[in-house]
């Protein structure tokens, strides 16, 4: 139900995601390193800023989410 982003050199726990009320079956980082999303079996991908921890933006799908993945337009960034 929930996702941790790590300090890598020191192991340290940054941030704790919460909202999923099911398993997070899924994460993925943005190219530019700012955002993560995850997916769960709740039938929702959750978008959040890495730097502060925030919920960005949910969106509700019609089935348990498995594998994500960030999609560019052109090379551009597509979200936010």
Known sequence: KTARIWDASTGAVIHVLEGHDHLVWSVAFSPDSRYVITGSYDETIRFWD?????????????????CIDFLLEEGRRIFP
């Not at 730097?51 to 509700?60: A, F, R, Y």
């Open 50 to 66: 890495i730097e502060t921890g925030e919920l960005k933006k949910c969106l509700q799908v019609k089935k348990p989410v498995s």
